[in-house]
């Protein structure tokens, strides 16, 4: 899986802890909402990047081993 996605949100929530270390107006309440946005649209990216991943890698080893089970549930 790529860090990228890792690093993209421990950016955002670098700057979420930068704008909580001043004073909070209202830009800063507008502000954090944002981030809040990006960094939930951050974290369903990582983990549609991981449940992908982990799909790529579970057919691989259904095709190395057909009776191999993976003990999950699918959406």
């Keep these: 899986m790529p860090r ?3 690093v993209r949100i421990e950016e955002i929530i ?3 802890r930068a ?3 001043k ?3 209202e830009g800063a309440h507008e502000e954090l909402k944002q981030l809040a946005r990006e960094l939930r649209d951050a974290i369903r990216h990582h983990v549609k990047m991981a ?3 982990l799909t790529i ?3 691989a080893i ?3 081993d057909p009776e191999f089970k993976l003990n999950s549930k699918t959406d």
């Design 14 to 16: 670098a700057r979420i």
């Design 19 to 21: 704008v909580c270390s």
């Design 4 to 6: 990228y996605t890792d």
């Design 51 to 53: 449940k992908g991943s």
């Design 23 to 25: 004073s909070l107006d």
């Design 57 to 59: 890698k579970n057919e």
């Design 62 to 64: 259904l095709r190395r």
